[in-house]
């Protein structure tokens, strides 16, 4: 069989093969004798390795994604070269043939024939963003937790807050909280304390907060309401920073906002995960594949198989669900509220936030690549045209129906 020859991209190139204590290079090209090199992770040897490629003419990198130990090597070298970032997946070696000279030989043979796919990597903008909203996202939950157990504790004391008000941590929940650590045990005290629509349910407050307090109880209360409102500053600092970064980006974020479900911090979310340059994705559907948002492809001998969606960007998934969700509760743009009822009927609602959250991030690339607000297009407004003349008669027909009733 004849040997195939790729044709060649690149005329000289580097492989790395990047672990947490060392860097092994090879490189490759044109009148360049091969050589594979290994640096450690230090800057001052980043750098050497930055002087020894420089000195052989490398113009282009490729490396594998591996954890988080790519993204220093990635960031000083991304200053002097042009850096492909791969995903590991993608590259695999022949089982058995592996070692680490060996890897970096493989990646750079596959640059060199132009058989790599970069991963998107943002600028340093979008890189800060995204950390501080990542950041964001694990306090939340920590907060979540946090009130959690905040509940056990007056499941523990027998008081039963949670039976009369919606939010525990609501104004009346709050200040009844606050009462409690401060000492009041009297549920006719504790019940004065109710603001708004709770004030008619006092006899049903006295009944939930006739417990069994304890000093105990008492001390992990003031406790874990420390611990809650160290966080909510802490979300607080991280919400400040990330709104001078946004404020970079005002208009993105506003247009962002036209489409059904997206809020400011959903907005924010996005894009803090593919930035404002839509220009580094060919099209809406190589976004959605990155993002993991779309149905995968296993077909074979004619017959399709799974088509689950792969892992892809969980934080920005996350999001789209959030944002898919609040759509499907929209009044005042029920456009994708109608198609999530009508996925949630043959598919379930998971699966249903899962389509419409891809509907999102599609009109999320054209809004911002084309700098335009979010427009039903004229098929969906003949729709609504369309639904709402339906309804019209049918409250007709029962009105009248009514009526003859009465008759």
Partial sequence: MAAVSFPVYVERGCGLDVHQQTVVASIKGKDLEEQTKTFGTFTE??????????NNGITHLAMESTGVYWKPVYYILEDFFEIMLVNARHIKNVPGHKTDKKDSEWIAKLLMGGLLKGSFV?????????????????????????????QNILEDANIKLGNVISDVFGKTGRAIIEAIINGVTDPELLSEL???SLVNKKAQLRKALNGKITDHHRFMLQ????TINHVNNQIAQLEARMGKYIETMKQDAELLQTIPGVSQQIATGILAEIGNDMSVFPSHAHLSSWAGVCPGNNESAGKKKSSKVTHGNKHLKTTLIEAAWAASHSKTNPVLAI???????????????????????????HVLRDKTPFLPSERNKEIFKTRRLSKIQRLEKELKALKNTSE
């Fill in 223 to 226: 406790f874990i309401v420390s």
């Fill in 45 to 54: 040897e980043l750098y050497q390795l930055v002087g020894w490629l420089q």
């Fill in 122 to 150: 943002p600028g340093r903008q979008i890189r800060e963003l995204r950390t501080l909203h990542r950041h964001r996202r694990k306090l939340i939950g920590q907060r979540t937790a946090e009130k959690n157990r905040l």
């Fill in 339 to 365: 198609k999530h009822r009508s996925i949630t009927i043959r598919r379930g609602s998971k699966k249903a936030n899962l389509a419409i959250g891809h509907k999102i991030l599609i009109a999320a690339f």
């Fill in 194 to 196: 109710a603001k708004g």
